[in-house]
């Protein structure tokens, strides 16, 4: 067996490609569009390395075009679960026993994978199946998920390197990080085709074995890095994925005494239900789970009256409206000062107006569909009690049409009360709540902020005053894992802004991190001595004086 101390590649961001007109990566993302619209798959679940198929097949449709069908996927049971725990477990032994530098090896083929042969197939996907157009699809599908493999293969190294500094005459200490004793359940979103692929490969980086149920409406771009990591030499079992109802996954997971751990993206209530299962179950664990979760957020802008009424106006509709709301950490409630606000409400209203609706097939269009129709019911109500509360007032958009798809345009909701509905309970949507603020009250609303919303995932605050951003980035630190200085609450980048809030928001553990990784495994202690005492005397027992 090779013997060394090796060096890793080091990780660099994936460029993004801009798909303007007249470059080769628009016509190849457009090919690979009109591929995967013209024919239907079926997606199989992976367990033990075998494609697994059933009779109970479920209808894969764009959410801005819910009559076209892209295919269908098996749903499975809990014997499929079962069968998917039997099979990681089997695997388990000989993967955690490949050489580190294997298990590196593979994941930076997948990051290759993912950036060059599967770039096109893989954003394709994500656009048609979860609605993204070209730039959020590129930003999410092809970049971040090659950067999270990348980074987290230095991050394997550079944990793996942390020895004792110190070791004394005639002793060897050194630590050796283990993965878990058990399997890990990874449970990911809809929204990001990224954190699909990072919440199983990152546990399974570490040596550790993986049943992944992610998102139904994320099937179709998961089997695509099912195929990535397949061709990059994944064994089979290391990651097993199954399409089953969440209830049916937790009642066989949850109560098997193997499980070690859950990697988790979603909402508050359905890890908070998860925490307390496993919290009722931990008699029958082998083990103390590690649970982590990056879960739900009320993301705000905070604007001083200071600030900049262009930078302002840009970081609202793009951190608003980028994606039709839909990630974690979008816009979801900002505060302006009186001031600033008929000439900020104007630049908005322009800026909204221009914006082209529709499928992700049009280029042009910048906002898409929401997910599916669960959700567009949900967020359309929320804007018609708006509309007849004397509380609120819809000053921008308002409208919503699901026809054809599940279209809602970006709305702007003024609060005549900081507490009113929709500026303290999560809508994931289009829709930005604003509270106006007598310019002199800028402390007061400081404690708005931080109060308002059970969550603390992203923020930001607006400036030119550095007093006012030193007194903000003080005031809102539990408010948000991730503070933005002049910018919108979004875009977090791996290796340069790790992922993550607390309270309502999760665990904090951050995605694109060393700590993150840390989560996976368990630490062991050895000391070997060279030269071993042979008596049990210490000097001070001897006589005398």
Known sequence: MIKG?????TPTNEPVYSYAVGTKERKLLKAAIDEARAKQVDVPMYIGGKEVRTDNKVSINPPHDHQHVLGQYSQGSKSHVTDAINAALAAKSDWENLPWEDRAAIFLKAAELASTKYRYKLNAATMLAQSKNPYQAEIDAACEFTDFLRFNVQYMTEIYAQQPPVSGKGVWNRVEQRPLEGFVFALTPFN?????GNLPSCVAMMGNVVVWKPSNAQIYSAQVLMEIFIEAGLPAGVINLVYVSGPDAGDVIFKHPDFAGIHFTGSTGVFQDIWKTIGENIHLYKTYPRIVGETGGKDFILVHPTADLQVTNTALVRGAFEYQGQKCSAASR???????WPALKDAMTTDVNSFKIGGTEDFTNFINAVIDEKSFDKISKYIDRAKESADAEVVIGGTYDKSKGYFISPTVIVAKKSDYETMSEELFGPVLTIFVYEDEKWEETL???DKTSIYALTGSVIAKDRYAIAQATHALRNAAGNFYVNDKCTGAVVGQQPFGGARGS???????SMINLLRWVSPRTIKETFNPDTNYKYPFLEEGE
């Open 5 to 9: 101390f090796f060096n890793v590649p």
């Open 192 to 196: 990001f085709t990224a954190i699909a």
């Open 334 to 340: 900002a505060y302006v000062p009186a001031s600033m």
């Open 447 to 449: 404690e708005i902020v």
């Open 506 to 512: 999760g665990t904090n553990d951050k995605a694109g």
